[in-house]
């Protein structure tokens, strides 16, 4: 069983920074991706920013060059590192893990088959 939780969300004015972690418990393949997703009230989910076991890493559009996933293998827990925020990142932020993935694999949102519950990231003007 795998089971994921967010935690590092806030409330932060523009330009500030924050870092999510995901802690995972539970095994997973010696192949994954992780991911960060959010939601914006009234637009749909979105894929953030996204790592495999390899090391590669994808990021929307958005935020490149604004935010940094990583991960700690040796604790079961990845980051997303957020700098520049901007009013337009507030969402729910959610951690995901697609088990038996690597990005070159293009693993979209429904090869994500686990999810953490959630934390909320507010970025004041």
């Known amino acids: 069983q795998v089971q994921l939780g967010e935690s590092g969300g806030g409330s932060v004015q523009s330009g500030g920074s924050l870092r999510l972690s995901c802690a995972v418990s539970?095994?997973?393949?010696?192949?994954?991706?992780l991911a960060w997703f959010r939601q914006a009230p009234g637009k749909e989910r979105e894929e953030v920013a996204a790592?495999?076991?390899?090391?590669?890493?994808r990021y929307a559009d958005s935020v490149k060059g604004r935010f940094i996933i990583s991960q700690e293998k040796v604790k079961n827990t990845h980051y997303l590192q957020m700098n520049s925020l901007k009013p337009e990142d507030t969402a729910m932020y959610y951690c995901?893990?697609?088990?038996?993935?690597?990005?070159?694999?293009?693993?979209?949102?429904?090869?994500?088959?686990?999810w953490g519950q959630g934390t909320k990231v507010s970025v004041s003007s």
């Open positions: 790592i495999d076991t390899d090391g590669s890493t």
């Open positions: 995901a893990a697609a088990n038996g993935w690597f990005l070159r694999y293009d693993p979209r949102e429904g090869n994500f088959g686990y």
């Open positions: 539970g095994t997973l393949y010696t192949t994954y991706s």
